[in-house]
Every structure is written in C-alpha cells, then in structure tokens.
C-alpha cells in the first residue's frame, strides 16, 4: 500500500463517526494552489458551455470534460467511500453549484426526496472549487439528521429548489456550518439535512456534488437524468449490469 492508499483509508473512529453524524470530514484531494488551474478549466470550459444534460447545465458534466470526471472519480473521494460502501463503487452524477453573489438559498431537504435512484443508497462528496465559508453561503448540515425520512413540503419562490423539508422536523440550532479551501471535499448521506443560504456577499460560490453508489443500485433516467446518461465505475467491477457507464471524456 502507498502512503496515498493508506491516508484514504478510514480508521474504525471515521466510520463510527459516519454511521451516528451522516456525514465526515473535511479532507482535502487537492491543495488549492492544485485547485487553481482546474477552477480555470471549469471557468472557461464548463461554466460557459451546454452539458450533456439539454435541461441542466451543471449536471453531468464528468461525460463531456476530464478534469470534471478526474474530480469524480478521485480516489481521495473514491478510497474513503469505499470504506463505507465497499469495494465497488460507481459515481452515478455530478452536480455544479454556482452561487454568485444574490444567488438565492438552497432550503433545508434530503437528497433522497429527489432523486431516482433505487434502493436508496448514496454518498455525497461536495468539493469547493472556490474558498467556501459562512459569508459566501457554504453548506450548513444537521448531524444526525440522516437517521430519519423527512417530509418535504413546497419551497417558496424565491428559493432555489422547489421542494424543502418541514420545518417542524428539525432543530436549526444543532446546524454545523462547513467551510472548506479550495480542493477540501466533505462526505454525506443521502438523508442528511443541509442547506445554503441566500449569498449575500460579493464573492462567488463554486462546489462539485459527486454521487456515489453501490452496483445493485438502480440508476433510473427519469426527468432528472437525460437519455443517454452514463456514470462512472469508478472503483471494483459490476456483476449486476442495470447501469450504463461511460470513460473518461478525451476534449
Ligand atoms: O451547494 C449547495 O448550495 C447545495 C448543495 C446540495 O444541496 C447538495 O449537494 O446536495
């Protein structure tokens, strides 16, 4: 084993720690000094381009540009999944999230409540692609939040997304704030509460979700994934052939 393997490897405490809170870290995959020509490479080669996705711009974005799928298929992020999920893994979607200054909240949900994957297994990886912090709306979580299936009920309309989570169902008090440097990425459950606020600063908001997966997961290409969608295998094999997956993109 490498010194790289064996820092992504999770000690029993980390995995202990996932199971109570729904969530770990922040770890880095990158320096942001390492960081900076990739932020560049999305600037110019993503940000301002159409994805594979007609309707979503800032999904998907692994299939048609390699520092995008690099990012996914890190093993800092791939390697420590694992330790949760185990050896065969599959990054089923990306997910761009730009907040420039004005851009409106994200309200308290669960992932879950949106996503057309079955059965339900998820772990998220949010990587800052810029410096993230309390002023420029980085994610809030609740730990712990996961244990539970949350009701969602319509968002208002000024909010991002178009449903939230009752806000009966949660204690905002118990909210832990995750700021992160460039190329710092934190993991999280498919249940975890979180949120961004509206970003009231002068400073943009650029982070990555990569979303990870079991095989014997369903990937269903409902109107939230397009026709033609592929993810990664990105660790392990697949013996159960539901998922289509793609390469890494050659542009
Ligand atoms: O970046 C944000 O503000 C929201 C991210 C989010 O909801 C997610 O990654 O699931």
Not at 55 to 60: E, H, L, N
Request: glycine share 6%.
């Amino acid at each position: 084993m490498n010194q790289d393997d064996a820092n992504n490897q999770l000690s029993r405490a980390e995995v202990d720690f996932y199971v109570v809170n729904g969530y770990l870290g922040p770890y880095a995959a990158m320096t942001p000094a390492e960081m900076t020509p990739i932020r560049r490479e999305i600037e110019t080669r993503v940000l301002n381009s159409a994805g594979p996705n007609p309707r979503r711009p800032m999904q998907s974005r692994h299939m048609d540009n390699p520092a995008v799928y690099d990012l996914a298929a890190h093993p800092a992020i791939i390697d420590r999944i694992a330790g949760l999920l185990g050896p065969d893994i599959v990054v089923w979607t990306t997910n761009f999230w730009l907040k420039d200054p004005g851009g409106a909240e994200i309200p308290w949900h669960q992932d879950i409540n949106f996503w057309p994957i079955e059965p339900p297994v998820n772990i998220s990886a949010w990587i800052a692609i810029d410096k993230v912090t309390v002023e420029n709306s980085c994610l809030q979580i609740i730990p712990g939040s996961h244990r539970q299936t949350v009701q969602h009920m319509r968002a208002t309309a000024d909010m991002a997304i178009h449903e939230m989570a009752d806000p009966q169902a949660y204690d905002v008090s118990q909210a832990v704030n995750m700021e992160l440097k460039p190329g710092e990425f934190f993991l999280f459950s498919e249940r975890l509460l979180h949120t961004s606020s509206k970003n009231t600063s002068q400073k943009r908001r650029l982070g990555l979700s990569i979303r990870v997966t079991v095989p014997f997961v369903h990937i269903f290409q409902d109107s939230h994934l397009h026709p033609g969608h592929t993810a990664i295998l990105a660790k392990g094999k697949d013996v159960m052939g539901f998922n289509r997956y793609g390469g890494r993109p050659n542009n």
